[in-house]
């Protein structure tokens, strides 16, 4: 059964400050995806990582995926505030036809002034 | 352009009650998701709809669970004899044929069982 685990799961910071949200997954899959979700909203899609080695960057935000090890991580650089929510990252089950995605448990990150 | 929609967009029920959520996917996207998301369980998978192939189910917690996909665009869940237990953010996302394309998300239906 794929697990995907995240840490941490909370994560206070001061802005201006870097850090790095960790994904684990359990079993082998080549397709994971990152949302963001604000507190009462739906999931933001903000990263699509499909292959071994993939790293995307938008804003303050980069994204790597490192099939092999099974790990993904999201980088944050120069924290400001409007980061503050709760970060998801998912895997695709893999196999099959399905892009069935299995969350992890997010991480809640909350940029201090 | 539109983006998902779901409605009700919160549900309040009594247990044992049924209860019927709907999702409107984005125009031209063949696949359809269910997912529920509650402080217990996560986000968890429900139910996945592509064009006219049977729809893969193995995310429904019990029988009670059901949806269906009208015309290859309007979803329908329907949860039969509402029990406390599904209390939860049910979230309908969509995404074009492409397996590996990104979904995209509705805004949920908050269900609230007393």
């Known amino acids: 059964e794929l697990k995907v685990e995240q840490n941490p799961l909370f994560l206070s910071m001061q802005e201006g400050k870097n850090y790095t949200i960790y994904c684990n997954y359990s079993?082998?899959?080549?397709?994971l995806y990152w949302y963001r979700q604000d507190p009462g909203k739906s999931l933001e899609s903000l990263f699509v990582l499909l292959s071994n080695g993939a790293v995307k960057q938008e804003g303050r935000l980069m994204a790597s995926l490192d099939t092999k090890a099974r790990l993904s991580t999201l980088h944050i650089t120069a924290a400001v505030h409007d980061l503050s929510a709760t970060y998801f990252c998912a895997v695709d089950r893999g196999g099959g036809a399905t892009n069935k995605l299995i969350f992890g448990t997010g991480t809640l990150l909350a940029v201090q002034p | 352009g539109a983006g998902v929609s779901q409605s009700p967009s919160n549900k309040v029920t009594e247990k044992g009650k049924d209860v019927e959520l709907r999702c409107d996917p984005i125009s031209g996207h063949t696949a359809l998701y269910w997912y529920r998301q509650s402080l217990g369980q996560g986000l968890e998978f429900l139910i996945y709809f592509q064009g006219n192939s049977a729809p893969d189910k193995s995310g429904l917690p019990s029988d009670r669970f059901s949806a269906e996909r009208t015309g290859g665009s309007v979803s329908t869940l329907t949860i039969q004899r509402t029990q406390q237990e599904d209390s939860a953010v049910y979230l309908c996302a969509s995404s074009p044929h492409y397996r590996d394309d990104e979904q995209f998300f509705g805004p949920g239906t908050r269900l609230t069982v007393l």
């Open positions: 079993t082998t899959s080549d397709r």
